[in-house]
């Protein structure tokens, strides 16, 4: 009879067992979602907040709004523009890396009138733009090119920038993009790494009354106007500068899955160009400094750089162009203080590369 009373008292407390299992999976359930929808709130309210911010703030001119003054990062038209009043036998193309060859030095060691016609984030197509401009815009009688190139040239995943689009001038010279493309590449912009530090920096330099960071001279030559002077005054901290750009470089290296095929295409017609023009071509890549260099191996930077130099002598040698791998410092005796921060070199590296890439050329210069 206890056995039966005991079972019946058993089976009475199975299904109050059972709800209440039931309800502590309800609950959980519930908090997890209430998890989740916060996440997702919180994360959407970001990127919306990053997308209005470099939607206001537009460092890069990709959208029409012009409600803040910003700083001229983009030299894409101001180089343009400065080309109009100059008339050289000698040109720079590159990116930012290579603002501080100087064109006076190069005059030094050929004779020639040079401009710096390097421009941030150049890719190919930056860089042909600008030869042809020189040459057809211009009319100048270009005796030599000294191009800079890296693995971020031949890029198959960069976009053509959209100053060289947009330019009147530069925009002649460029294949054209559809309105469909263009507008998901400013689109998906909204969210980058790169723009939302140029708008984070824009909104520190107007906190700090919108002083002058940079220039240019008349020849294209770039001043760092900021970090010239605290390197004059002792007070230039290169470790924080380097440290402050590695997650910028990092950014830009984890989107480079490989070189563009129709970017060496382009490359290989811009080198046919200047034979045809009669225009002896200097090809270099430059250093990054060493520290930002490990810090890249994570994202394949020794491979994308052995591609490019693979691509670049094979093409320099059927062009009849010359090539310089500088990407150690060791091969011109650099120096690794020898930068304003972990990609830039400043002009005593500078100097060296140029006296590395145009030793022997005063035999050539034509006075």
């Keep these: 009879m206890s056995k039966i009373i005991e079972n019946t008292l058993l089976s009475d407390n199975r299904p109050s067992h059972r709800a209440n299992l039931t309800a502590n999976d309800d609950i959980t359930e519930i908090l997890w979602r209430k998890y989740v929808r916060g996440f997702l709130s919180v994360f959407a309210a970001l990127c ?29 038209h101001e180089k343009a523009t400065l080309m109009k009043g100059a008339r050289c036998q000698a040109i720079i193309l590159g990116s930012s890396h290579a603002m501080k060859i100087s064109p006076v030095e190069v005059k030094d060691l050929t004779g020639f009138q040079t401009f710096n016609a390097a421009v941030d984030m150049a890719t190919v197509e930056d860089e042909f733009a600008l030869l042809r401009t020189a040459v057809e815009g211009n ?63 824009t909104l520190n330099w107007i906190r700090k009354g919108a002083p002058s960071d940079h220039h240019f001279d008349v020849d294209g ?18 470790t924080a500068q380097i440290n402050s750009t590695k997650e910028r470089i990092a950014g830009r290296y ?58 670049v002598r094979s093409a320099a040698q059927r062009s009849d162009a ?5 990407s150690d410092l060791t091969t011109f005796q650099g120096h690794n203080d020898a930068f304003f921060d972990g990609e830039h070199i400043d002009e005593v590296n500078a100097r060296l590369i140029t006296t590395k890439l145009l030793e022997h050329e005063r035999g050539h210069a034509v006075q």
Aim: charge should be positive; aromatic fraction near 12%.
């Design 221 to 238: 030559y770039l001043h760092y106007d900021l970090l010239e002077r605290a390197k004059r005054t002792g007070k230039y901290d290169l």
């Design 48 to 76: 919306c907040s990053i997308a209005t911010i470099n939607f206001l703030i537009n460092p890069f001119g990709l959208y029409s709004t012009r409600l803040v003054k910003t700083p001229q990062w983009n030299a894409r």
């Design 139 to 201: 009319h100048w009688p270009l005796k030599l090119a000294l191009v800079a190139v890296d693995p971020e040239t031949f890029s198959a995943n960069a976009p053509t920038d959209t100053g060289l689009k947009r330019d009147s001038e530069l925009s002649k010279y460029v294949a054209s993009q559809s309105p469909g493309n263009f507008r998901w590449e400013a689109a998906k912009a909204l969210l980058s790494i790169e723009q939302t530090s140029v708008s984070f920096q």
């Design 322 to 326: 010359d090539f310089y791998n500088l």
């Design 254 to 311: 984890r989107t480079i899955s490989a070189l563009s095929t129709d970017r060496q295409k382009v490359f290989l017609e811009m080198l046919n160009y200047c034979q045809i023009h009669g225009i002896r071509v200097k090809i270099f890549i430059l250093p990054l400094h060493p520290s930002i260099r490990t810090v890249l191996l994570a994202y394949r930077y020794d491979r994308l750089l052995s591609e490019t130099v693979d691509f």
